[in-house]
């Protein structure tokens, strides 16, 4: 007769479990702990990647802290199963809450969801271990394994003991061997030891850890998978770990983003999220900040202090010191800043030059077309080649409602032009500094719309004769 521990579980679909329901009491926050950022992204997202990447078509998420703002979070996506654990039993009970929601003979794949730096190697090699045996869990080499749970082996590469570090004997803490908290376990199988879970630790919780030992000493093959890296462990239980966390996941990330050809010159400096695209050749001064979907061409520069967030910008672009991107599009060769601010929608075309102090907001800018100074642009489309010169405000907005501005190519807005929207400047136009435009200006024409200059000859020596 085939004994059970050596039952293959091969061919069963991987389902993954992320356990966050646990409101993270010592991060002191009254947001929930997996929502918590780092790298680019909350601590949730990163293991619901991990899964992905690792061939999960389906992942069960277990939640309680802050249900609904994690369901809200991360809602959208279809192949998430929420599962609400009311009451935080512990990490056994959260299996428990999920097991009938598998609904299927599957391999689990169990993950924290305050355990981000996760990588999708490690679970792949978690179910090849499991389907050649029956469970697997992942284990790694700490010199100070601190409040992680210590991990005694079989001596044949099998478990034999879970132990936390608050019910370990002195010789236990002492074992160097920590549990990860990454595991791959057969369903419906695993669920025969959680049932049998009692709360007799120091916390009172029905431990999962107790489960996976249970069934070790039941004959169940539980394979001891050793982490590559044994910072892959570790899991954000306060900020001083979440800043840490968030610094080896950043470097992760410029790690990818350096070996494909771009230079960060102080990473340590830099925050970068998981889904940025950076060419070539690019250059990446030191703090600066490159979020969400921003995707930046080949041989671009971005120098000091520049913030940039969904934004795209293309083949060898420059963005000068302290620059503010947020939704924009650059387009190839342009210059932006220092000091520039592009807002959701403001588009540079091809050469396209914003200076310093120049807001741009849900606007063109044709190619080659200058704002260099101090300038604000919203809901305006600015033609080719057309010069927008110091201090030009688009006046968009009535009080109540927007309002369009049109300026032809070629045009040339001179300095402190009020352009009181709607209002069009024609091709070829030109305004006259400091002028207060309220209507169209036909294409070549020249508009002055301020009070005329009077000079009165001799009035300083009048004055001072008084
Ligand atoms: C757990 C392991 C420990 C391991 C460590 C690795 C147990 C008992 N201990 O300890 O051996 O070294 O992970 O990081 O499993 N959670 C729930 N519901 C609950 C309790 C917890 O969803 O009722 C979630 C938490 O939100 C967290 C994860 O499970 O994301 C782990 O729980 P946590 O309390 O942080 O366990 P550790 O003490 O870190
Ligand atoms: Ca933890």
Not at 180 to 186: H, R, T, V
Request: glycine share 12%; proline share 5%.
């Amino acid at each position: 007769m085939r004994s059970p521990s050596v039952q293959p579980v091969a061919a069963r679909p991987r389902v993954a479990v992320v356990l966050a329901a646990g409101k993270g009491t010592r991060l002191r926050s009254e947001r929930a702990k997996v929502l918590h950022e780092a790298g680019g992204q909350p601590l949730l997202g990163w293991v619901l990647d991990a899964a992905r990447a690792a061939g999960c078509g389906r992942i069960l998420v277990v939640v309680g802290h802050g249900a609904e703002e994690v369901r809200a979070a991360f809602g959208g996506a279809s192949d998430l199963v929420w599962v609400e654990q009311r009451e935080q039993r512990g990490t056994g009970h959260a299996l428990q809450v999920a097991l009938p929601l598998v609904g299927e003979a599957a391999l689990l794949l169990v993950l924290s969801g305050d355990a981000p730096l996760v990588r999708p190697a490690t679970l792949g090699a978690l179910a090849e271990a499991a389907e050649r045996g029956w469970g697997a869990m992942a284990i790694a080499t700490l010199d100070r394994p601190g409040s992680l749970g210590r991990v005694l082996g079989d001596g044949a590469g099998g478990l034999r003991t879970i132990v936390e570090a608050r019910d370990a004997s002195p010789e236990e803490l002492a074992l160097p061997t920590v549990n990860a908290g990454f595991y791959a376990l057969p369903a419906p199988e695993i669920g025969t030891w959680l049932e049998r879970l009692r709360p007799d630790n120091s916390q009172g919780e029905l431990y999962l850890t107790d489960a996976v030992t249970a069934a070790a000493r039941d004959g169940r093959a539980v394979a001891l998978v050793e982490l590559a890296e044994a910072d892959e462990a570790l899991g954000v239980n306060d900020r001083l770990e979440l800043a840490r966390v968030h610094a080896l996941l950043t470097a992760r990330t410029i790690r990818r983003l350096a070996l494909s050809g771009a230079t960060f010159l102080a990473p340590e400096t830099i925050a970068v999220g998981p889904a940025v695209e950076i060419g070539a050749d690019a250059l990446v001064h030191g703090g600066v900040s490159l979020l969400g979907r921003t995707r930046i061409g080949r041989e671009v520069t971005i120098h000091a202090g520049c913030w940039v967030r969904d934004s795209e910008i293309a083949d060898g672009a420059t963005l000068h010191p302290y620059s503010v991107l947020d939704g924009a599009r650059v387009g190839a060769g342009c210059n932006v800043g220092p000091f520039a601010r592009l807002r959701p929608a403001a588009v540079l075309e091809p050469g396209a030059r914003v200076g310093n102090f120049v807001e741009v907001k849900k606007s063109t800018l044709g190619a080659g077309a200058k704002a260099n100074h101090l300038a604000y642009l919203g809901d305006a489309t600015v033609g080719a080649g057309a010069n927008i010169g110091a201090g030009v405000v688009t006046c968009n907005f009535d009080g109540e409602r927007k309002h369009r501005t049109v300026i032809g190519a070629g045009a040339f807005v001179g300095s402190d032009t009020m352009l009181v929207a709607p209002v069009r400047v024609g091709e070829d136009a030109t305004t006259g500094a400091g002028s207060v435009i309220t209507q169209d200006v036909p294409d070549g024409a020249l508009a002055v719309a301020r009070s005329r200059q009077r000079n009165v000859p001799g009035w300083s020596a009048h004055r001072r004769k008084k």
